[in-house]
Each structure stands twice: as structure tokens, then as C-alpha cells.
């Protein structure tokens, strides 16, 4: 840690001395939760973190779903009874499926569009979760780990990351993999919310890709598209412009480590049921996009390569990089509005990060480890 001042220094040593020495980083994981989307949280868990809670956001399906989801994966590890899991927004700020779909008329389609793909009832009939029409409905055939057999904690998730950052003042990281709604709700509702935080770290910021959009397949430039930032651009930029005293962009850097099928029977040499749903179902064609930013913030040493800049997020509607990023040096960044500097990863430790998921999937945490 560094300070400009020693009189900012004095005040920092004076409020970490605050905070009890020795305790574990508490962590809220806000995502759009799935079948194989666990890893976060247990690489978290083997890491020693405290997990407050999961919230579940609206990014690849709505907030409902994605909640349940969060709930049946831990279910799955009989990690419910120490884990709570709150429900976040259904909608983002301004953005809705038909403002979407417009946009992209305009502006062309992007290639994954999460919860505001059109409605198509086949696919969820078949295992899709759901996009568009009513955020309220839940596909149960989409929960290839089992239906959860207990219930959400709360629906309250902006109001729920107050009151813990207000518990536990400067130990709270919040972990934003999916949408940034909830967590833009919970800066509006409470101007000490996020300087009260530890920190930010979020997976998605991608910057300088658009080649990469046009000079490969579909596929090249879906793993570099953007959508939890896009599927809320106000709220990202709700989210990303607040005061916590740290945030981390993970964004080009999540597209590093790539699973192979090769990894994936090494992990599946201990069998249990996380292991199992890995093995079955994270599939070989995606990064690690959300493990590789929960990495980035558990030990300094995980991230190789870095780099800072003053941060914005487009948010003009007519815009074809609206809700992306743009990044800015001190000389010249806006003067009318207040950015944060941000770090942005570059390049992680992919061996540590294997390794790290390969622990947390075989040798799970249980309830009992956390007491
Ligand atoms: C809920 O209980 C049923 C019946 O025991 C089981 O089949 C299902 O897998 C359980 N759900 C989860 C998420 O563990
Ligand atoms: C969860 O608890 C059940 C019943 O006690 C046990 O059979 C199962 O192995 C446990 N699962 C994990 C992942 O610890
Ligand atoms: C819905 O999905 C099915 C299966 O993928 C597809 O055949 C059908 O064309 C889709 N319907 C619409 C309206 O897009
Ligand atoms: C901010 O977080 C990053 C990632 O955990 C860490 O490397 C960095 O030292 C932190 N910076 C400050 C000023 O705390
Ligand atoms: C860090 O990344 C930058 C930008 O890609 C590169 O110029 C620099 O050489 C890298 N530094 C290290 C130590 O890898």
C-alpha cells in the first residue's frame, strides 16, 4: 500500500488498526450463478476467505434463477447452512430486453446476450435458463445439480451489502462477476457504502478487443464481448465511478486460462459431487472468466502483470461501445465528472490458478471447516 500524504497515511493506520488482526477477508460474491459456475466461491473458501453471502444478479438469466442456482450449488456441497443467498434486481437501472434488442438493431448483435436473449420457451423446456419475458418464472430443467431444496435468505441483496459493509467497515471485498445492479443500488442507496468496503473486483472490462471482434469466429468475439457490463451500462458505471478504496478490473486478462479436457479428468480423479459437476458440465470452450477474477484479489502474488488508469463507462445509448469501458492517464481525464483509478490486470499466475481450482474442486470446504 502506498500514500501520498503522511497525514493520509496516519488516518489509513488509524482505521485499518480498526479492523481485528488476523481475521479473514470477508467476501459477498454477486454473480449470475449456474450448474458449473461454484468455483468462485470455493476457491474463496480454500483460500480461508470468509463468504458472507452470495447475491444473485441478472446477467445470463435473471436474478431469480441465477439466486436458486447459487443456492442449489451450495446445497450440493452442504455449504447452505453457513452461506445465506439473497436475490438482487431483476431489472437493471434502465435496460430491458426491448431497449436491448433495439439497441442491437442498431448496432449490430452481440454474440452472447445473456438474460435478454429472446424468450424461447423450447430451449428452456430443454435445459436453457431463461431470457427475457417475465424475470419472475424459473426453469427447472436448467438445474442439472439438483432443484434447491431450501429457500433464498432474502430479496433484498443492495440492502443486505449495506448492512455488512456497516458490520464489518473495511473488511467486506465484493466480488461483482455478473451484472453490476445490485451493487450500483447499494452505492445510490448509501453514499458510505462503498468506501466502507474493502474493495471491488469484478470479472468483465475488456478494452482494445474490438479486432478481435471481427478477425475471428463468432466465438473469438463473444470471449470478448462484454455483457455484464453492457447488460447494464448505467449501473456499471454507477458501480465502477464510486469511492472504494480499491477496485480490480478483470477483463482481457479473464480470457487467459483455458480449460482442457485433459485438466478436466485430472480434477475428476476424486470424485464428489463438485468434481463431478465440473467435470460434466464447465465444458473446455470458455476461459475462466469468474475464477480468474476471484484469483486476482486473493493473494497479491496471483497477478504477474498490471497496470492503473482513470476509469468511465460509456453510457450513451447511441454509442456502439455503450457500456464498455474507457480508460484515461491523469493529464487527460475528464475534469466534470469524478473517476476512479483502477487496477487492471493484465496477467495472472495461470499455474497457482490450476492448482487453486483443481484444491478447491477435490477438497471442498464444508460448514465445519468455517466455524
Ligand atoms: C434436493 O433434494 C432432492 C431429493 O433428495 C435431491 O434429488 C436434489 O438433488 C436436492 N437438491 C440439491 C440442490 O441438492
Ligand atoms: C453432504 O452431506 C451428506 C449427508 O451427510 C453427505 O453424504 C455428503 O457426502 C456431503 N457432501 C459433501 C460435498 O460434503
Ligand atoms: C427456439 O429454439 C429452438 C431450439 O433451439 C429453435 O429450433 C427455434 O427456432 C427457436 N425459436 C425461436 C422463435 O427462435
Ligand atoms: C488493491 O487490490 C489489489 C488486488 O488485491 C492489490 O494488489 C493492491 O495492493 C491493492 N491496493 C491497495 C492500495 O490496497
Ligand atoms: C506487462 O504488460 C505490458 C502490456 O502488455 C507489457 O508491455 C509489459 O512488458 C508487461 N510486463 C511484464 C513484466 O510482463
Same mark, same amino acid.
Given at each position: 500500500?502506498?500514500?501520498?500524504?503522511?497525514?493520509?497515511?496516519?488516518?489509513?493506520?488509524?482505521?485499518?488498526?480498526?479492523?481485528?488482526?488476523?481475521?479473514?477477508?470477508?467476501?459477498?460474491?454477486?454473480?449470475?450463478?449456474?450448474?458449473?459456475?461454484?468455483?468462485?466461491?470455493?476457491?474463496?473458501?480454500?483460500?480461508?476467505?470468509?463468504?458472507?453471502?452470495?447475491?444473485?444478479?441478472?446477467?445470463?438469466?435473471?436474478?431469480?434463477?441465477?439466486?436458486?442456482?447459487?443456492?442449489?450449488?451450495?446445497?450440493?456441497?452442504?455449504?447452505?447452512?453457513?452461506?445465506?443467498?439473497?436475490?438482487?434486481?431483476?431489472?437493471?437501472?434502465?435496460?430491458?430486453?426491448?431497449?436491448?434488442?433495439?439497441?442491437?438493431?442498431?448496432?449490430? #448483435?452481440?454474440?452472447?446476450?445473456?438474460?435478454?436473449?429472446?424468450?424461447?420457451?423450447?430451449?428452456?423446456?430443454?435445459?436453457? $435458463?431463461?431470457?427475457?419475458?417475465?424475470?419472475?418464472?424459473?426453469?427447472?430443467?436448467?438445474?442439472?445439480?439438483?432443484?434447491?431444496?431450501?429457500?433464498?435468505?432474502?430479496e433484498y441483496a443492495a440492502a443486505w451489502m449495506i448492512e455488512q459493509v456497516h458490520k464489518?467497515?473495511?473488511?467486506?471485498?465484493?466480488?461483482?462477476?455478473?451484472? /453490476?445492479?445490485?451493487?450500483?443500488?447499494?452505492?445510490?442507496?448509501?453514499?458510505?457504502?462503498?468506501?466502507?468496503?474493502?474493495?471491488?473486483?469484478? /470479472?468483465?472490462?475488456?478494452?482494445?478487443?474490438?479486432?478481435?471482434?471481427?478477425?475471428?469466429?463468432?466465438?473469438?468475439? $463473444?470471449?470478448?464481448? $462484454?455483457?455484464?457490463?453492457?447488460?447494464?451500462?448505467e449501473g456499471s458505471k454507477i458501480a465502477l465511478t464510486a469511492d472504494f478504496p480499491n477496485?480490480?478490473?478483470?477483463?482481457?486478462?479473464?480470457?487467459? #486460462? /483455458?480449460?482442457?479436457?485433459?485438466?478436466?479428468?485430472?480434477?475428476?480423479?476424486?470424485?464428489?459431487?463438485?468434481?463431478?459437476?465440473?467435470?460434466?458440465?464447465?465444458?473446455?470452450?470458455?476461459?475462466?472468466?469468474?475464477?480468474?477474477?476471484?484469483?486476482? #484479489?486473493?493473494?497479491?502474488?496471483? #497477478?504477474?502483470?498490471?497496470?492503473?488508469?482513470?476509469?468511465?463507462?460509456?453510457?450513451?445509448?447511441?454509442?456502439?461501445?455503450?457500456?464498455?469501458?474507457?480508460?484515461?492517464?491523469?493529464?487527460? /481525464?475528464?475534469?466534470?465528472?469524478?473517476?476512479?483509478?483502477?487496477?487492471?490486470?493484465?496477467?495472472?499466475?495461470?499455474?497457482?490458478?490450476?492448482?487453486?481450482?483443481?484444491?478447491?474442486?477435490?477438497?471442498p470446504k464444508t460448514c465445519a471447516d468455517l466455524c
Amino acid at each position: 500500500m502506498k500514500f501520498p500524504s503522511p497525514t493520509l497515511a496516519a488516518a489509513a493506520a488509524s482505521f485499518l488498526s480498526l479492523v481485528p488482526v488476523g481475521s479473514a477477508t470477508k467476501v459477498i460474491l454477486d454473480n449470475d450463478w449456474s450448474t458449473a459456475g461454484f468455483i468462485p466461491f470455493l476457491l474463496a473458501l480454500n483460500a480461508g476467505w470468509d463468504v458472507l453471502g452470495l447475491v444473485g444478479d441478472t446477467s445470463n438469466s435473471w436474478a431469480l434463477q441465477t439466486s436458486l442456482h447459487g443456492l442449489a450449488t451450495l446445497e450440493v456441497g452442504n455449504l447452505s447452512s453457513c452461506i445465506p443467498v439473497y436475490k438482487g434486481a431483476d431489472y437493471p437501472l434502465l435496460n430491458t430486453p426491448e431497449l436491448f434488442q433495439a439497441w442491437e438493431e442498431v448496432h449490430g #448483435v452481440l454474440p452472447w446476450q445473456g438474460a435478454f436473449a429472446p424468450e424461447n420457451l423450447t430451449e428452456e423446456a430443454a435445459g436453457a $435458463d431463461p431470457t427475457s419475458g417475465d424475470p419472475n418464472r424459473v426453469a427447472q430443467a436448467a438445474f442439472l445439480e439438483g432443484y434447491p431444496n431450501g429457500t433464498l435468505t432474502g430479496e433484498y441483496a443492495a440492502a443486505w451489502m449495506i448492512e455488512q459493509v456497516h458490520k464489518y467497515p473495511g473488511e467486506v471485498m465484493i466480488y461483482a462477476a455478473g451484472g /453490476m445492479t445490485n451493487v450500483a443500488l447499494a452505492v445510490r442507496m448509501d453514499p458510505e457504502f462503498a468506501k466502507l468496503a474493502k474493495g471491488l473486483v469484478i /470479472m468483465g472490462g475488456y478494452i482494445d478487443v474490438n479486432l478481435l471482434q471481427v478477425t475471428g469466429s463468432v466465438n473469438q468475439a $463473444d470471449m470478448n464481448s $462484454d455483457i455484464n457490463l453492457m447488460i447494464d451500462p448505467e449501473g456499471s458505471k454507477i458501480a465502477l465511478t464510486a469511492d472504494f478504496p480499491n477496485i480490480t478490473i478483470v477483463g482481457n486478462a479473464a480470457n487467459q #486460462v /483455458m480449460p482442457t479436457q485433459a485438466y478436466w479428468d485430472e480434477v475428476y480423479q476424486v470424485k464428489n459431487p463438485y468434481t463431478s459437476l465440473a467435470y460434466n458440465y464447465y465444458g473446455t470452450t470458455f476461459a475462466f472468466w469468474d475464477e480468474t477474477a476471484m484469483f486476482a #484479489v486473493l493473494d497479491p502474488a496471483n #497477478v504477474l502483470n498490471s497496470t492503473s488508469f482513470y476509469l468511465d463507462v460509456d453510457t450513451a445509448w447511441s454509442s456502439p461501445t455503450y457500456g464498455n469501458i474507457h480508460g484515461y492517464q491523469e493529464a487527460l /481525464m475528464p475534469t466534470a465528472q469524478k473517476l476512479q483509478k483502477v487496477n487492471y490486470v493484465l496477467e495472472v499466475d495461470s499455474t497457482k490458478l490450476l492448482a487453486e481450482i483443481k484444491q478447491s474442486l477435490q477438497y471442498p470446504k464444508t460448514c465445519a471447516d468455517l466455524c
